[in-house]
């Protein structure tokens, strides 16, 4: 089933993350997504490349080791979906789908109608892998507390601006990622305390198996993770102890990278 434009798409547009330097990405989204997004309301993002961001190669966060493009690649990923939610607070866009150039379709445009046009969520995975907090399923959405990957994933406005006031500016990237770690972890981590947050399945778009421009090698992780209901034992919610520990931890990490770097 391809998208008509005869019902509802469930959010006021889309934004799709790609480097300048990877128009083949683009091409290949445009081809995989052709039937399924109302491109009248598609916009491209130009991503923030780690590796061109003020600080990259230079003491005290780097010092000439292996996994300095990685750490750029994370910080370059944390950057563009902070851009991407800006611009959709500009556009005036209240609901927004925020989708990566690796993105691919699992599912038919039913499917994805039907989820983003469901009630009771800020953010909504149309796929994601390792969730935790798993509640009830209903209608072909799972109730979590959060997930890995920000692939595709859309959000209201309310949860926008939130996400817009806590994310990091280039200014003050490198000790924001030296925190967090990945923009997609520190999602799993937060937004479900205060907001609603629901994952499809089965997911309605995962991750192309290639190289990745965050990890620099070919990952299958990258694939759908399986399905919850074959699950057998997901991670429970992170209690509030539990979250201060980590953070606490995390926190120390960053201090330590900060003198001896990434």
Not at 105 to 121: E, R, V
Not at 179 to 201: P, T, Y
Request: proline share 5%; aromatic share 8%.
């Amino acid at each position: 089933m391809a998208f008509d434009g005869s019902r509802t798409f469930g959010v006021d547009g889309v934004i799709v993350v790609n480097l300048d330097r990877r128009p083949d990405r683009w091409e290949a989204f445009q081809v995989a997504w052709r039937d399924l997004l109302p491109w009248d309301q598609v916009v491209r993002l130009s991503a923030s490349d780690g590796q061109q961001l003020t600080g990259y190669g230079r003491s005290p966060w780097f010092r000439g080791r292996k996994r300095d493009r990685t750490w750029a690649g994370r910080a370059g990923c944390a950057l563009s979906h902070a851009r991407a939610l800006r611009e959709a607070h500009e556009r005036g866009w209240a609901r927004v789908l925020i989708m990566e150039d690796d993105a691919i379709p699992a599912g038919d445009a039913g499917a994805l109608l039907s989820a983003l046009n469901s009630p009771g969520w800020d953010l909504l995975y149309l796929g994601a892998r390792e969730p935790v907090g798993v509640q009830e399923t209903c209608d072909g959405l799972v109730s979590v507390h959060g997930a890995l990957d920000a692939h595709a994933y859309a959000v209201t406005e309310t949860l926008r601006d939130w996400m817009i006031r806590r994310l990091p500016e280039e200014a003050s990237i490198w000790p924001w990622i030296a925190r967090e770690r990945a923009v997609d972890r520190w999602m799993r981590r937060e937004v479900g305390r205060n907001f609603r947050v629901k994952l499809c399945q089965p997911q309605v778009a995962t991750q192309k198996e290639c190289l990745s421009d965050i990890t620099q090698r070919r990952a299958a992780s990258y694939v759908a993770c399986p399905d919850i209901a074959t699950t057998p034992r997901p991670k429970p919610r992170p209690s509030e102890v539990a979250r201060a520990g980590e953070v606490a931890a995390d926190r120390v990490r960053a201090a330590v990278k900060r003198v001896v770097g990434f």
